[in-house]
């Protein structure tokens, strides 16, 4: 076992990298059909629109997390984490978020 910085024990946590472990809506049975009757730019901008969803909800989140509103602040997490799951499911490849890219425009 090796050490961190503060001289403890760390331990190492492994994890599957199997695409359907860490991204769970892949697992759905209608994903795999229905995502292949999409065209694929508009599987692009679908992805580039859900990750600006997500990053969007993942603050306002945070914004509810610090304001005291737990509930809140966990329902847009999850809205972030699935936004970001779907848009993986739909187009890995738009990983990449375009800087100052408006979604109104897509």
């Known amino acids: 076992m090796s050490k961190d910085e503060t001289g403890q024990a760390a331990r190492t946590i492994m994890r599957s990298s199997r695409r359907d472990v860490r991204n769970p809506v ?3 049975p209608a994903t795999p059909g229905m995502i292949e009757e999409i065209p694929p730019d508009i ?4 992805g580039t629109l859900l990750r600006q969803l997500a ?8 914004k509810c997390w610090r304001g005291g509103k737990a509930m809140m602040g966990a329902y847009w997490r999850v809205v972030a984490v699935y936004s ?5 499911a739909i187009d890995p490849r738009s990983t990449v978020r375009k800087v100052g890219h408006d979604v109104s425009t897509l």
Do not use: F
């Not at 599987?43 to 679908?46: D, G, K, N, S, T």
């Not at 970001?84 to 993986?88: F, R």
């Open 55 to 62: 990053d969007q909800a993942a603050a306002e989140g945070e």
């Open 43 to 46: 599987r692009r901008q679908l």
């Open 26 to 28: 892949l697992r759905l």
């Open 84 to 88: 970001k799951h779907i848009a993986h």
